[in-house]
């Protein structure tokens, strides 16, 4: 079962915390789901207690959307961590994998 966590503070601007060095490499479908990662990386680090000085990557082409467009799922890494980050856009959540 996965635990779904909120990212909505950090989309909407009202959460508190460091924002963590991202980039996609690549591209991806919609700006839409770039911040989405963004944003749930910020949540995930800083409420796990994370290196929030650790620059995250992303590869376009390690990013999936599903057919409605309501989730994604992307394989993130940096310098100790592989991550699959699923999101929910429409409810701005998300899970993820430690790999």
């Known amino acids: ?30 700006s839409i789901y770039d911040v989405g990662l963004s944003c749930a990386i910020d949540d995930y680090v800083n409420r796990t207690g994370g290196d929030v000085e650790s620059k995250w990557e992303a ?24 991550i699959i980050f699923i999101l929910d856009i429409s409810n701005k959540a998300y899970a993820v994998i430690e790999l």
């Open 59 to 82: 590869y376009g082409n390690d990013i999936y959307v599903g057919k409605n467009g309501y989730i994604a799922c992307a394989y993130c890494r940096n310098e100790g961590q592989n």
């Open 1 to 30: 079962m996965l635990e779904w966590d909120s990212y909505k503070d950090w989309f909407d601007g009202e959460a508190e915390g460091q924002c963590v060095s991202y980039e996609t490499i690549g591209e991806i479908h919609d």
